[in-house]
């Protein structure tokens, strides 16, 4: 095991975050604003064949987004989400309308506590680092943490959604699209934070490193299970803990590899070249 993973164990700020992210992940996800902001039929609530009695538009959403997350935009149609969700069509419309809207209303759901828990765990790095700033490992740290607790709460809503950020983040339709609008306010919270801790990195040196650790941390959201057939099954993309605490500190070094001055080097062979 790491030394950077057993000091943030020890740590009590992620003890104690873990706590209370395990708890609050577990309630569910509010729905957007425009969701919440929509009018209501007056037997919103209703016992479907499973016993479920949750409100019809949060299992329209939670429909939406397992078929989502596993078959992407184009590979969903409305009728198949009521179906699952075991709503009307015309319901699944009259809540959310068109196909799009549903996409972005799934996509923005868990976006706000996402955000604001690594966020928080940014800030409490911040506080206990003092004028100093929190190490590399720390910030990263509080930017990839908080994905693998909500991948281990259990709940399969969290599973399917960030699954679907895999997908979003991997298209380069979707991902400018909808990366940007819900997530580029904290990822440059957290590069300003780099940018203290490496204060002799080249700006373009920490996005590009930002810009690695986002693909590394997409294929450990999509659990594609590639890992589990390369290594036979020493390895398998469901043991979060094991990816994460891999990736943390694979991730720090190859920060401060980068972010060393060996930019130099690089544009000097690239001229002479």
Not at 3 to 8: G, P, S
Not at 15 to 29: F, I, Q, S
Not at 137 to 153: N, S
Request: proline share 4%; net charge positive.
């Amino acid at each position: 095991m790491c030394a950077v993973w057993v000091l943030a164990r020890e740590t009590p700020m992620i003890e104690v975050n873990r706590a209370a992210l395990g708890r609050a992940l577990r309630r569910p996800a509010k729905c957007s604003t425009i969701v919440e902001n929509r009018e209501q039929p007056v037997n919103d609530k209703k016992t479907d064949a499973s016993g479920s009695s949750a409100p019809r538009r949060d299992r329209i959403l939670d429909a939406a987004e397992a078929l989502f997350s596993e078959h992407g935009y184009d590979g969903v149609t409305l009728r198949q989400i009521a179906r699952r969700a075991e709503v009307d069509v015309a319901l699944a419309s009259y809540h959310f309308g068109k196909k799009l809207d549903l996409f972005e209303a799934v996509f923005e759901r868990r976006a706000a506590f996402l955000n604001e828990s690594r966020r928080t765990a940014l800030r409490d790095r911040q506080i206990g680092a003092g004028e100093a700033g929190p190490s590399v490992e720390q910030i990263i740290e509080a930017f990839l943490r908080p994905l693998e607790l909500a991948q281990e709460t259990g709940d399969e809503g969290w599973r399917h959604y960030l699954a679907l950020i895999a997908y979003i983040n991997n298209s380069p339709y979707w991902g400018p699209r909808m990366m940007s609008q819900l997530f580029d306010e904290l990822a440059a919270e957290f590069i300003t934070a780099l940018e203290k801790a490496l204060p002799s990195a080249a700006r373009e040196d920490i996005y590009w490193c930002y810009h690695n650790m986002s693909g590394a941390l997409t294929l450990t959201l999509a659990q594609t299970r590639r890992i589990d057939n390369l290594s036979g099954g020493l390895c398998r993309s469901d043991d979060l803990q094991a990816a994460y605490d891999h990736m943390i500190p694979f991730v720090a070094a190859g920060f401060r590899e980068v972010c060393a001055g060996n930019t130099g080097k690089r544009k000097r062979r690239k001229k002479t070249g």
